[in-house]
């Protein structure tokens, strides 16, 4: 129980430390068109209202982000059997907080944009020639995710033949200097338990492409045709990285399947997770580089001309801000697309008022609530 | 063709869509023959009603400027050569002339500015 639990309570400081670090700095990665889920002129976020709406969602979340880190090091002091619940609920704790520093400043931002007429046209781009909802997604990097299957079929036939050789129990768990500790008994369903989750991961990440390739793009009024390139440059950019995870995680647990398979393979740990960070690395910078939605990406424009914009003119006070619940949550049901861009930090939104999205974050509560449930009873023995 | 269209404009949407599209193949930017998007995804994409889009598709239809392939896609129609002024466009030139008269513009000038955007159209210059 006390490895672990010092393994639970490192995973939770690392994923609360990432968290926490990326809370406050999202108002900074988001574009420009927005203020807290606001849209307004871009100008606008260099005033000094703007600023001070910001330095207190920055603050708000840093010193939530502290209290947190400091109650999980608390947690752990005082009651270690109980990180299971610390690395489940913290996290949690943290998205109602950056909830709750976002809300207000909202609201605020609302008041703001009437008050000093920031107002935009609110104009929606579609090109001819690609969709942005029904997506291409024949355009999409689907050989990483071939190269991933090959992989998971290879780890199915090794499995298979090694199978009739292993011996009975066969390790399944190891401590972290990779000496095994825990055993079962030997079955087809533990010798293949890490192919087939591997199927189901590449199966997620698969679907998280498509997502990608689905969601409605966020064109930038000042030069649409530019935004419009930086967003189908930025779109390939995310499908390669994705493509590019995924098989980092299918490599990392055939390597471990290897364990499994072969009795006295070991694979130190630092190399499975080097497996797993060293395409994580790349990624992120890229991301952080090209900004939201591709927005500081270098493009060439000579590609897409625009229509004539001279007809265009509109009641500019009038703007989607009121299909935004709290910013966050875009519900518009003339809308037919279910994928929309997101209007702060990621880069993809529902229209909740959709059919399939309203019955797709259902299913993902329920799914969510029903681990946390099985989790919880399956640790009520151990601890 | 990037399509561009304001929601909160007096202007209805739908009316905002056919223009976007006849400027398109006026200037060159929409090819004779090219398919335009399904009304579904193409209102998916701007995020208005379907019914909307359906009824630009519709208006450019009548109006000769697409053609519906096998009843789904839409196309643009083969291109006119030396047809007379139709008598939708004649209205419309008639209410131009009119409005110039109401502001005390000059017949010539009328002539030049009407000559000039034809031009600049055809040209692919609409920017």
């Keep these: 129980m006390t490895e672990l639990n010092v393994f639970l309570f490192v995973t939770n400081i690392c994923v609360l430390l990432l968290c926490g670090a990326l809370m406050p700095i999202v108002p900074m990665l988001t574009r420009k068109s927005f203020l807290f889920g606001v849209k307004v002129p871009p100008e606008a976020q260099d005033t000094a209202q703007a600023k001070a709406l910001k330095r207190n969602y920055i603050t708000l979340t840093v010193l939530g982000g502290i209290i947190v880190l400091a109650a999980s090091i608390w947690q752990y002091i005082a009651a270690p059997n109980y990180t299971i619940y610390a690395i489940m609920f913290f996290p949690l704790v943290l998205v109602a907080i950056q909830i709750l520093a976002f809300v207000p400043n909202h609201s605020k931002a609302l008041e703001l944009k009437s008050q000093l007429g920031w107002n935009v046209a609110e104009i929606k781009y579609a090109d001819t020639k690609t969709s942005f909802t029904r997506g291409n997604l024949s355009a999409m990097p689907h050989f990483w995710y071939v190269i991933s299957l090959i992989i998971v079929f290879v780890s199915f036939v090794v499995a298979l033949v090694r199978y009739p050789a292993l011996p009975d129990p066969i390790p399944t768990h190891w401590d972290f200097n990779m000496e095994p500790n825990g055993w079962s008994p030997k079955s087809l369903g533990t010798v293949l338990l890490m192919p087939i989750f591997s199927i189901v991961m590449v199966a997620i990440m698969w679907l998280t492409g498509v997502l990608i390739e689905k969601a409605k793009l966020q064109i930038d009024h000042e030069e649409p045709a530019k935004s419009f390139a930086q967003h189908k440059k930025y779109r390939r950019l995310m499908g390669h990285g994705i493509g590019l995870l995924t098989v980092a995680l299918v490599v990392m647990f055939f390597v471990i399947g290897l364990q499994t398979v072969f009795v006295g393979f070991t694979v130190p740990m630092w190399l499975a997770l080097a497996i797993i960070i060293v395409p994580t690395i790349p990624i992120c910078v890229i991301s952080i580089r090209a900004g939201q939605g591709g927005t500081l990406l270098k493009v060439n424009t000579t590609e897409i001309t625009a229509a004539n914009n001279n007809a265009i003119a509109g009641n500019n006070a009038m703007s989607d801000d009121k299909y935004w619940a709290w910013g966050l949550f875009y519900h518009n049901p003339d809308d037919p697309a279910c994928f929309v861009g997101d209007r702060f930090g990621g880069n993809i939104g529902f229209n909740y008022s959709r059919l399939p999205v309203k019955i797709g974050v259902s299913i993902g509560i329920v799914a969510l609530v029903a681990s946390y449930i099985w989790i919880i009873i399956l640790f009520q023995e151990l601890i | ?127």
């Design chain 2, 1 to 127: 063709m990037l399509i561009q269209i304001n929601t909160y404009a007096e202007k209805p949407i739908y009316e905002q869509l056919r223009d976007n599209i006849i400027m398109g193949i006026a200037s060159g930017q929409l090819a004779e023959g090219e398919s335009l998007p399904s009304a579904r995804v193409l209102a998916a994409d701007l995020g208005v009603s379907f019914h909307t889009v359906n009824k630009a598709y519709d208006i450019l239809r009548s109006g000769g400027y697409i053609v519906m392939d096998r009843r789904t896609t839409a196309i643009v129609a083969p291109k006119k050569t030396g047809g007379d002024i139709p008598a939708a466009l004649a209205e419309k030139l008639t209410m131009c002339a009119a409005e110039a008269i109401c502001h005390g513009i000059d017949e010539s000038i009328f002539a030049k500015a009407c000559a000039e955007n034809y031009r600049k159209i055809k040209g692919g210059d609409i920017q």
